[in-house]
């Protein structure tokens, strides 16, 4: 889709990601040295949505290792374990995170070997969960074909769950580029998604790159689109999803989900089974992250409330599992009961390792 890689490895040892903050008014990119500068990267957003950031901390310890001066691979072990503890404190609810920073670290410590050998394993790996990401979010989309009406479908989507949001192809954009790709008529309302407007800024942009009608609208006006159009499927990512089904994803998911209920409209999650948690057993064990007022009192540096307005900030909501109709993996579509299907894809993929 875009031609503009979301992140790239250069072979001097720097990682590019592109600028998700000033899109799509301009294309800027933030190159990083250290492992330090990619959990920058990922706090502030530069890079963002799950599977990206898992991806972009697997290169921050790349970089790490590639510019590790000692030649002492204990060494190099304990300086990625600090690596790993800066980046997994970057942002605390998408799972990908962790799930990427510690498939590395357990090829680290499977790898006794000298520096330069450790150094090349470990980049590879981090190019293993990138090119696995974007095999995930292929497949993902040809699931979801199964289950989706065969001509005509309008969705409605909330957030940026694209290109942007993986290394490339996406995941519930993904679903949405597939049916295109398919010869499906497709239509996509746009969640607008106050208060970082990723549907209005990324989605938008990524649809138009594909040729894909849509319409932007407002996180509240959802409610009004279900009732009075014909709406197919409402299709989101996900950033953590618990044993049972309930998945945490960006603010105003789970009021999408009780409207979409309420209008008998069948409400998919894209989820690569690298964001499943089976340690949470629910919804209530994930931590949910709370982002700076200046999100919501302030539009593109101006502020829009009184000052000393006060501000509660979620970044995330989780939507219990009894709204979801059904979980879309790169395995194949999870059907409730959740704790049954999901645990049983996760495993279909530790067996195929
Ligand atoms: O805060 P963001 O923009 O990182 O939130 C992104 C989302 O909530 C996405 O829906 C989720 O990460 C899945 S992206 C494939």
Redesign the pocket.
């Known amino acids: 889709m875009s031609k503009i890689a979301t992140m790239q490895w250069l072979e001097q040892g720097v990682l590019v990601l592109l600028d998700q903050r000033v899109l799509p008014h301009e294309i800027r990119f933030v190159q990083c040295t250290t492992a330090g500068q990619t959990a920058e990267a990922i706090a502030t957003?530069t890079v963002?949505?799950?599977?990206a950031?898992g991806a972009a901390a697997a290169y921050g310890l790349a970089l790490t290792a590639w510019h590790y001066p000692s030649h002492q691979p204990d060494d190099l072990r304990a300086a990625l374990n600090e690596s790993a503890r800066v980046l997994e404190n970057a942002r605390p609810t998408?799972i990908n995170l962790k799930w990427a920073i510690q498939r590395i670290l357990r090829r680290a410590d499977a790898s006794n070997i000298d520096v330069s050998l450790l150094r090349a394993t470990i980049l590879a790996e981090a190019h293993a969960i990138a090119n696995e990401d974007i095999q995930t979010n292929k497949a993902i989309g040809m699931h979801a074909l199964d289950i989706l009406p065969p001509q005509a479908i309008t969705f409605i989507h909330?957030?940026?769950?694209g290109s942007l949001?993986?290394v490339d192809y996406?995941?519930?954009l993904g679903i949405i580029r597939t049916a295109h790709e398919y010869g499906r008529k497709v239509m996509v309302y746009v969640d607008e998604t106050r208060p970082?407007l990723?549907g209005a800024r990324l989605t938008a942009w990524e649809l138009e790159q594909m040729g894909i009608a849509y319409k932007i609208i407002t996180d509240g006006a959802s409610g009004h689109v279900m009732k009075n159009y014909h709406i197919d499927a409402v299709v989101?990512?996900?950033?953590r999803v618990a044993a049972n089904g309930d998945t945490a994803?960006?603010i105003g998911t789970y009021n999408l989900a009780l409207a979409a209920a309420a209008h008998g409209v069948p409400f998919y999650v894209?989820c690569p089974t690298s964001t499943i948690d089976l340690n949470a057993p629910d919804g209530s064990t994930i931590p949910i992250e709370e982002r700076p007022a200046e999100e919501i009192t302030h539009i593109e540096g101006r502020r829009i409330c009184p000052q000393g307005a006060q501000v509660y900030n979620p970044?995330?909501d989780v939507t219990p599992a009894k709204w979801i109709t059904a979980m879309i993996t790169e395995h194949g579509v999870c059907r409730p009961p959740f704790k049954k299907s999901l645990r049983e894809a996760v495993l279909t993929g530790s067996r195929t390792k």
Do not use: E, L, S
């Open positions: 957003m963002r949505g799950a599977p950031i998408a909330h957030c940026n769950t949001a993986t996406g995941t519930a970082r990723q989101v990512g996900c950033d994803n960006k894209a970044a995330f």
